[in-house]
């Protein structure tokens, strides 16, 4: 396992828009593990910094409010040890990564797509901070669940 003395591992976080999932899980593991992981996220199409989930993210005490969409080619030059594709549709688009990098998927619900149908803002936000906490519980596993 990485320990706070050696580099850290570069990890991708990748989801169709990196607009919820993907920029917590970023957010999630710059908070919990930045001493051993550099990470980052990414969409295989850009929607967007979705509001709802800078809001329950802040509401964890983690600020992603200055995150922006980005596509992977915005990532160009950056060697990634590990991809987490968070979202099944980004892994079956997940182009094959040169050399050493391991794409490993965990799939999170898709709280936008579940906050459709919620009656009031509260019930929607729910959705978020359920999956908001499952992302969580999966980066407090880093990078021991990556390494095995």
Known sequence: MQDASGPKMNVLFLCTGNSCRSQMAEGWA???????????????????????????MAEAGVDISGHHSKLLSDL????????????GHAHEQCPVFPGRTKV????FDDPPKLAVDAATEEEALGHYRRVRDEIRTFIDTLPGALEA
Do not use: M, Q, W
Not at 42 to 52: D, E, F, K, Q, R
């Open 104 to 107: 490993v998927h965990v799939g």
């Open 30 to 56: 710059r908070h919990l593990k930045g001493d051993v992981i550099e990470p980052y996220s990414a969409g295989v199409a850009t929607h967007g910094l979705n509001p709802n989930a800078v809001e329950v």
């Open 76 to 87: 160009d030059g950056v060697e990634f040890d590990y991809v987490v594709t968070v979202c």
